[in-house]
């Protein structure tokens, strides 16, 4: 065969072929754009479902009601802080992290909702519990217990630091201003405080125990002495010192800052922006 007739004849050939490689890189570019659009849908989905998840851990993890954390979520992070106590203590050799549990039980919310009814009250207690959450650190957890219970789980925290945070939330209770539900100029706060007072009771690791059970447990026999001493106070698994009963206190509370901050390096700060079967057994619940 000649040249030009050779040359002809590959000529011919190539055309097909260049026309279908044509077509396959087009092919080939409009999947690649499918296959984009298709990721970019599904990174969106996925965008979308964890968004809801973290909504629902969330909503799971919140007291409707207050705010707050709830039941489940104390319990799950006291099992976490005193793993991670237990950790430390077998790493270090030494006597661990501290870790201090408090048991917060507010009474006379009778009288609020006998004056203002349920619905009025429900939002006392919120405000009330929002503003708890205000006076311990954001490292630090503070939950709804139970009905007017709370509970706070202070890590690093010893006895000495407790009894201070213990103290800051039975006077944030004492002087807390309650919600004003008239149009007019607000009223003056009470010359006797609010009606409502607290009683904490203050159980720390490793000294009251090394188990969730067994701190909860400690921390409710302090409470129930705290209650016993009238409330408005706070007791500790150890005997109180004669300047620490409900009058003491009820002084050093009403001088400008002689509340002190609670040990630890984190600054004080809202965790909330931050409850397992019943341990401890709780009064009636007047707000559910």
Same mark, same amino acid.
């Given at each position: 065969?000649?040249?030009?007739?050779?040359?002809?004849?590959?000529?011919? @050939?190539?055309?097909?072929?260049?026309?279908?490689?044509?077509?396959?890189?087009?092919?080939?570019?409009?999947?690649?754009?499918?296959?984009?659009?298709?990721?970019?849908?599904?990174?969106?989905?996925?965008?979308?479902?964890?968004?809801?998840?973290?909504?629902?851990?969330?909503?799971?993890?919140?007291?409707?009601?207050?705010?707050?954390?709830?039941?489940?979520?104390?319990?799950?992070?006291?099992?976490?802080?005193?793993?991670?106590?237990?950790?430390?203590?077998?790493?270090?050799h030494q006597d661990g992290?501290? @870790?201090?549990?408090? @048991? @917060?039980?507010?009474?006379?919310?009778?009288?609020?909702?006998?004056?203002?009814?349920?619905?009025?009250?429900?939002?006392?207690?919120? !405000?009330?519990?929002?503003?708890?959450?205000?006076?311990?650190?954001?490292?630090?957890?503070?939950?709804?217990?139970?009905?007017?219970?709370?509970?706070?789980?202070?890590?690093?925290?010893?006895?000495?630091?407790?009894?201070?945070?213990?103290?800051?939330?039975?006077?944030?209770?004492?002087?807390?201003?309650?919600? !004003?539900?008239?149009?007019?100029?607000?009223?003056?706060?009470?010359?006797?405080?609010?009606?409502?007072?607290?009683?904490?009771?203050?159980?720390?690791?490793?000294? !009251?125990?090394?188990?969730?059970?067994?701190?909860?447990?400690?921390?409710?026999?302090?409470?129930?002495?705290?209650?016993?001493?009238?409330?408005?106070?706070?007791?500790?698994?150890?005997?109180?010192?004669?300047?620490?009963?409900?009058?003491?206190?009820?002084?050093?509370?009403e001088k400008a800052g002689?509340?002190?901050?609670?040990?630890?390096?984190?600054?004080?700060?809202?965790?909330?922006?931050?409850?397992?079967?019943?341990?401890?057994?709780?009064?009636? !619940?007047?707000?559910?």
């Amino acid at each position: 065969m000649s040249t030009p007739l050779l040359v002809q004849a590959l000529a011919g @050939l190539s055309v097909p072929a260049l026309a279908g490689a044509t077509a396959l890189g087009v092919r080939l570019r409009r999947a690649d754009r499918s296959a984009a659009a298709r990721e970019g849908r599904l990174r969106e989905q996925v965008a979308g479902l964890e968004a809801r998840c973290a909504e629902l851990e969330r909503t799971a993890s919140c007291d409707p009601l207050t705010g707050v954390w709830n039941y489940r979520h104390l319990q799950l992070t006291l099992d976490r802080e005193i793993e991670r106590a237990r950790r430390a203590e077998q790493a270090e050799h030494q006597d661990g992290r501290p @870790l201090a549990v408090l @048991l @917060l039980e507010i009474a006379g919310f009778e009288a609020v909702v006998a004056e203002h009814g349920r619905a009025r009250a429900s939002a006392v207690l919120r !405000d009330l519990a929002q503003r708890l959450g205000m006076e311990i650190r954001r490292s630090d957890t503070f939950g709804r217990y139970s009905g007017e219970d709370f509970m706070a789980v202070l890590p690093d925290t010893g006895a000495e630091g407790a009894a201070q945070v213990a103290e800051r939330l039975v006077w944030s209770v004492r002087r807390h201003l309650l919600l !004003d539900w008239s149009s007019g100029p607000r009223e003056g706060r009470r010359p006797h405080g609010n009606g409502l007072t607290a009683a904490v009771g203050v159980a720390v690791l490793p000294e !009251d125990g090394t188990h969730a059970a067994v701190l909860l447990r400690a921390a409710d026999g302090a409470l129930g002495r705290a209650r016993g001493a009238g409330g408005d106070c706070w007791r500790g698994t150890a005997s109180p010192a004669s300047d620490t009963g409900p009058e003491a206190e009820r002084d050093r509370s009403e001088k400008a800052g002689s509340l002190s901050a609670c040990a630890g390096e984190a600054p004080l700060t809202s965790p909330v922006t931050s409850p397992l079967p019943a341990i401890v057994a709780g009064p009636r !619940d007047v707000l559910s």
